[in-house]
Structures are given as structure tokens and as C-alpha cells.
């Protein structure tokens, strides 16, 4: 009888190969002509004017974590409600508790002022 993690590994190992092998082939096959102009910086076609390198407020970053963990927190309440009729007391709980601890960390993102768009 063979391991059944014979294949979880043969998996794994084609996951990572295919990737790798098409980078590589890309990198061997594609032409390889750099210029000054392809080198060069640009924003939608439009050359940059000053420094390229411009540091963004970390702010904007935590925001958009904060949107995704609730978008996320949507994503795992549909079903519950959903079925909300059908559960037992138990998951009921549990729900209201995934609930109240997400509410925590909505209230502690807003005392922070993490939510407000500067």
C-alpha cells in the first residue's frame, strides 16, 4: 500500500516547479535589449518630475488591513446567518462571541483614529 502523502508532496513539488519553470523560461527566451528609455522611470506615461521614491503615511497601509479584515469577517458570517434557524445554541454562541471580539477591534482601530483619511 502506498503513503497517501506520496502525493500531498508530488503536489506540492508541480506547484512549485511549473512557476519556477515558466519564470525561467521567460528568462531565457525573452529578449534582452535594455536602452536608456526602457530603463528610465515613468507614471502612466508621463515622465516623473523629482525623486521617483515617494514614501507613503503607513496610515493608508492599516486602513486598507482594516477593511480587508472586516470584508473577510463578511465573507465568514454570510453562511452563519444564513443557516442561522438551523444551528444549535452552541454555534449560535460562537458567533456571537467571533462577533463581539471583531467589535473589539473595530472600537480599538477607532479610539487609535486608525479610520479617519488624512
Known sequence: MQNPWIYVGLFILVGMLIPAMAIAIGAFLGP??????????????????????????????????????????????????V????LPLFAVFEGIVFILILLAGLVYVWKKGMLEWV
Open 83 to 86: 443557516s442561522l434557524n438551523n
Open 32 to 81: 534582452k535589449k535594455p536602452n536608456a528609455i526602457k530603463q528610465s522611470t515613468y507614471e502612466c506615461g508621463v515622465e516623473t518630475v523629482g525623486d521617483s521614491w515617494v514614501q507613503f503615511k503607513a496610515q493608508y497601509y492599516i486602513f486598507g488591513l482594516v477593511f480587508l479584515v472586516f470584508d473577510v469577517e463578511t465573507v465568514f458570517l454570510f453562511p452563519w446567518a
